[in-house]
């Protein structure tokens, strides 16, 4: 098949399924096309089946900001006329899906019908969606698709729960590349960050408020007044400033390091005892399983999606939001050194479920059925 896959280039949590997706896709031989703003971060290796667009954004002085709708749905109908492909997928529904419609409109005025598979993922449904500046749009993209999917049951019943959505919403999971994210013998980086043999915990996020970045250090130094801790911060954003605070506050500075944003997140959970993820909301978890592919078990809320990934009492524990004292309590539970390796065990055993060469023909099985209906004479 030949894919057009429309993502966000960042960091984020979409950005980094969609490239890997495209990634995978392409080494079982399928043509991928990204089309995006500018190349993917996670578009890291060559293949001869990988290529790149890049949406051509110009600022003229009659726009305030610059139209990227407009040119990424323009971009999007070259190319499929050019390269000829077979459907589109689109991730996160805010502007994706409503570019992928106005591209799909126009190419049909010159006899061109693509396709369009729209993942939905989190924020693009829970928070930014239910904005009433958006909520019509994100709806009627929705409708539009000829395909929709969504990475948890919880998101699903979310999606249905706040828009009027008429069609079926396929629930594929998001995956791990097992060949990437596994244990690297690091031990020389774990003993320079913990000397004394300390525990280790790590937390991965971009630092904005629903991620409760706070909690994980209210409940990292509830720990370290129990056993020797150290904690360390990967990711960045705008919470960042009052974590450091608070870290002063506290005085656990000398516990705690901030590493910014990471490419090879992999080295770090290679070393790690204990993830935490706090969340207020969370759509999947993919940064829990990342740490769960490198043997960490985890820490959470029991918010959206989490309890399908995290299993309670086995890869590590659930919480309420904001309850510090139990997750302190459970994160204390599993660094004892009688059961630290079982859930270690257990973590792998869960994300091995989600090994991306599970997750991935369930894609292209979606695709084809899209396809497939494409074929079917419409009903009047």
Do not use: W
Not at 246 to 257: N, S
Not at 307 to 326: H, M, R
Not at 362 to 372: A, N, Q, S, T
Request: with cysteine; aromatic share 8%; hydrophobic share 40%.
């Amino acid at each position: 098949m030949k894919i057009g896959i429309v993502c966000y280039p960042t960091f984020g949590g979409s950005g980094v399924v969609a490239t890997e997706l495209g990634k995978a896709l392409a080494k079982a031989g399928h043509k991928i096309h990204f089309i995006t703003y500018s190349q993917p971060t996670r578009l890291d290796f060559f293949n001869e089946n990988l290529f790149y667009h890049e949406v051509d954004i110009r600022s003229y002085p009659l726009f305030e900001y610059p139209p990227y709708e407009l040119a990424l749905a323009s971009k999007m109908v070259d190319v499929v006329k050019y390269e000829k492909l077979d459907l589109l997928h689109v991730h996160y529904a805010i502007p994706h899906a409503s570019a992928a419609y106005m591209a799909k409109q126009i190419l049909k005025t010159e006899g061109i019908n693509i396709p369009i598979v729209t993942t939905l993922h989190g924020t693009d449904i829970t928070l930014v969606g239910k904005d009433p500046s958006y909520a019509p749009v994100v709806t009627f993209s929705i409708n539009a698709s000829d395909g929709v999917t969504a990475v948890s049951e919880d998101l699903k019943k979310d999606t249905y729960l706040h828009f009027k959505i008429l069609k079926d919403i396929v629930v594929i999971p998001n995956f791990i590349d097992l060949e990437r994210f596994k244990k690297q013998k690091k031990e020389h980086f774990k003993r320079a960050i913990c000397p004394n043999d300390e525990k280790l915990v790590v937390h991965t996020s971009n630092f904005r408020k629903v991620k409760r970045v706070d909690d994980v250090v209210r409940i990292f130094n509830k720990m370290r007044q129990q056993i020797p801790a150290k904690l360390l911060l990967v990711g960045d954003g705008p919470e960042r400033s009052n974590i450091e605070a608070l870290c002063r506050e506290l005085g656990t500075c000398d516990d705690i390091r901030f590493l910014g944003k990471l490419e090879a997140v992999e080295e770090v959970l290679s070393v790690a005892d204990l993830f935490i993820m706090p969340s207020e909301k969370e759509s999947f978890g993919l940064a829990a399983l990342e740490a769960m592919a490198c043997e960490v078990p985890v820490i959470s809320t029991n918010a959206g999606g989490l309890p399908e990934l995290n299993i309670n009492g086995k890869t590590g524990f659930l919480s309420k939001v904001g309850d510090v004292d139990d997750m302190t309590k459970n994160a204390l539970y599993i660094l004892k050194d009688s059961n630290l390796p079982t859930f270690k065990h257990n973590a792998l055993e869960r994300a091995k479920e989600f090994d991306i060469t599970n997750i991935m023909p369930m894609y292209e099985d979606f695709y084809r059925d899209i396809l497939e209906a494409q074929k079917e004479p419409q009903t009047i």
